[in-house]
């Protein structure tokens, strides 16, 4: 069976490349809206609160769910913040803000997340960004910053700083336009960006690699290049326990995220003894999945899944491995880098 999953890959992959011509036709079309938003024949609105976009230009995989929770752990301390997403997958329309009974099919997964991980923080879903962000500021009009959760190419929204996230091992400069390849758009969409973050990085990434990877990337003069990596901690969890994890084995790992490749490479690390269940981003498991899960002894999962999941399994048999993305050589880059630019004319 798995011989016939990678021979269908490997069809469907070099299949890719004869859509050329109709990527190259997304792409210009894009481009073309692009101009329009860049020279104000289409209208961006701003806003008297900074608003900060976190995106990419591949599809998904990036790690803007950890990075969002970065920024609200270095910014929150300070500053009174609320997080605004589409709430990808949801069954409901319009503006909610999100409350911890809310279900993964009310808002989505990522933004329940926030919610369960920083019950302080004003958490909202809209897929109208514009709609989002007023609704927002007339219930908390004392906000002094709102994050846009994928919202790079949301150009309704003019963002007062922009963040562009690329992985360590897919950089968008290696890629090209949906459907040949992954991107959004061109990859001359980055020079919108204030600051590009290279993600899940090495722990040990040498100063050599992050020279080489900024001669891909050439990063223009007003463009921060920042280094991150997924830190794992040291006990599985959920609602009720924690385990060392250590002690924990002989589990099913069940992913439904863009690329599980580094969670089960540091499980692996760990000599931990595990089979996996994999499914693609956002995956709502049907009740016959979840039928064949309960009959499992012990299952592991990403956070975001576990949106989804727990309401399926009693707690001594679901857990899930928590996750934070940290800034490499110097932490403190990005907080200072958002600030300067968000305030240097303000005293």
Do not use: W
């Not at 968008?172 to 040949?180: I, K």
């Not at 326990?241 to 580094?262: H, M, R």
Request: proline share 5%.
């Amino acid at each position: 069976m798995s011989k016939f999953k990678n021979y269908n890959f490997a069809i469907m992959k070099y299949f890719r490349y004869f859509l050329f011509p109709l990527s190259v036709l997304y792409g210009c079309i894009l481009s073309v809206r692009n101009f329009l938003f860049n020279y104000s024949f289409l209208k961006s609105k701003s806003y008297s609160v900074p608003v900060i976009c976190v995106g990419n230009l591949n599809t998904g995989g990036t790690g803007k769910t950890p990075m969002i929770e970065l920024l609200v752990r270095i910014l929150g301390e300070d500053y009174s913040l609320a997080t605004l997403s589409r709430g990808y997958k949801r069954t409901t329309k319009g503006f909610i803000e999100v409350n911890a009974n809310h279900s993964s099919l009310d808002v989505g997964d990522e933004p329940l997340q926030f919610k369960k991980n920083f019950p302080d923080l004003k958490v909202a879903v809209d897929g109208d960004r514009q709609r989002g962000i007023s609704n927002l500021l007339s219930v908390y009009p004392s906000l002094d910053m709102i994050l846009l959760d994928d919202a790079f190419q949301h150009r309704k929204v003019k963002p007062d700083f922009s963040i562009l996230l690329t992985t360590y091992k897919d950089l968008y400069v290696r890629d090209f336009v949906l459907p040949t390849g992954n991107l959004r758009e061109f990859q001359t969409g980055a020079k919108r960006a204030d600051m590009i973050i290279v993600t899940k990085c090495p722990k040990d990434l040498s100063k050599t690699e992050q020279k080489d990877i900024a001669l891909q990337l050439r990063p223009k003069p007003y463009q921060k290049l920042l280094f991150s990596s997924i830190f794992y901690s040291e006990f599985v969890t959920n609602t009720l326990q924690k385990i060392d994890v250590n002690s924990f084995n002989n589990f099913t790992l069940v992913t439904g995220i863009a690329n599980p490749s580094p969670l089960v490479r540091h499980l692996k690390a760990l000599d931990k003894e595990f089979s996996h269940e994999k499914s693609p981003d956002h995956h709502e498991f049907s009740a016959a999945e979840i039928q064949r899960l309960q009959k499992l002894p012990l299952l592991l999962t990403t956070q975001k899944d576990y949106m989804r999941l727990k309401t399926e399994f009693s707690p001594e048999k679901l857990f899930y491995l928590p996750i934070e993305s940290r800034i490499l050589d110097d932490p403190d880059s990005l907080k200072l880098n958002i600030e300067k630019q968000l305030f240097e004319n303000l005293e």
